[in-house]
């Protein structure tokens, strides 16, 4: 599992992609849509939360059992 936690203003859904925040929303805001749809077509998953003043984003990559 990868964690990434930031800072933020914004409170979105668990599990929704937030909008961009930069002014010029055509040129940003493309990141974690990329991540979550390369994460889900290895089959892994992308989880997103806001709490407490923070954005968090949590990456399980797939898991290969033999």
Do not use: A, C, W
Request: charged share 30%.
């Amino acid at each position: 599992m990868f964690l990434v936690k930031n800072s933020s203003h914004l409170q979105v859904e668990t599990d929704t992609l937030p909008p961009t925040s930069k002014e010029n929303s055509k040129e940003h805001g493309m990141g974690l849509k990329s991540i979550k749809e390369i994460v889900e077509r290895y089959h892994g998953m992308l989880e997103i939360r806001t709490e407490e003043g923070m954005f968090e984003v949590f990456l399980y990559p797939p898991v290969e059992t033999r």
